[in-house]
């Protein structure tokens, strides 16, 4: 079927330890999409990329960097995680068009950082 | 900028009950407008969306719900609950012409006891 895949599912690293998150989808979006969401939150957006165009929030802080190698695969790359960095990760992906957009969601990487 | 509200952060009920969530947002231009269900331990998955045409629309599991422009507000419904109900729910508005991002609303607990 085709889906949004995060991997890993569940990720444990130390304060400072650069760490990678992993996106992929089959179902050739235009669009990725990371958010943050923390615990009894409502989903906070990272950056997205439309295409090959990144697009970074204002509020997401330098520690955060993403990558699009390619349409099917996106990463998050945290540079130094510290303890308010704990949430889990959602990847989503669309295919935006005209005035049409609607994303479907991947099952989060779930980060803890000890 | 745009917001999204929810009204209710908890909502118990027994099953056979009727359930409505209200969402309301601030933007004025183009959106779509998405119901999301968060079950426990899972994915977010898609429940529903309004792009145009009908204001009333119906999505998985027996769930429908109302767009009124005249009120902003795009309200969930589901007549008779299933314990199995028993999720977070997020309206989320994806606005365009302002940085067509999806802007999610604070999230609604249910607890649908049998």
């Known amino acids: 079927d085709a889906m949004v895949i995060q991997n890993p599912r569940y990720q444990v690293t130390q304060f400072g330890k650069p760490v990678t998150l992993s996106c992929s989808q089959t179902l050739n979006h235009n669009v990725m999409y990371w958010y943050q969401q923390k615990s009894s939150q409502a989903p906070k957006l990272l950056f997205h990329y439309y295409d090959k165009d990144f697009n970074n929030e204002a509020d997401t802080p330098d520690n955060f960097q993403s990558r699009r190698p390619n349409t099917s695969f996106c990463f998050l790359d945290i540079r130094s995680p510290g303890l308010g960095d704990a949430a889990m990760y959602l990847c989503?992906?669309?295919?935006?068009?005209?005035?049409?957009?609607?994303?479907?969601f991947g099952p989060g990487t779930r980060l803890t950082v000890l | 900028a745009q917001s999204v509200s929810q009204h209710n952060h908890h909502v118990i009920l027994s099953e056979a009950a009727s359930l409505e969530l209200g969402c309301n947002y601030s933007y004025g231009g183009t959106v779509n407008l998405f119901w999301y269900v968060q079950y426990p331990g899972q994915h977010l998955q898609l429940l529903l969306k309004y792009f145009s045409g009908d204001p009333l629309v119906k999505g998985i599991k027996g769930f429908e719900a109302e767009f009124i422009k005249s009120k902003f507000s795009f309200n969930l419904r589901k007549p008779s609950v299933q314990w199995s109900d028993t999720a977070e729910y997020f309206c989320?508005?994806?606005?365009f012409g302002a940085g067509n991002k999806l802007t999610f609303g604070g999230g609604t607990r249910v607890l649908v006891k049998p």
């Open positions: 989503a992906t669309s295919r935006r068009s005209g005035t049409t957009d609607t994303q479907y």
């Open positions: 989320a508005v994806n606005t």
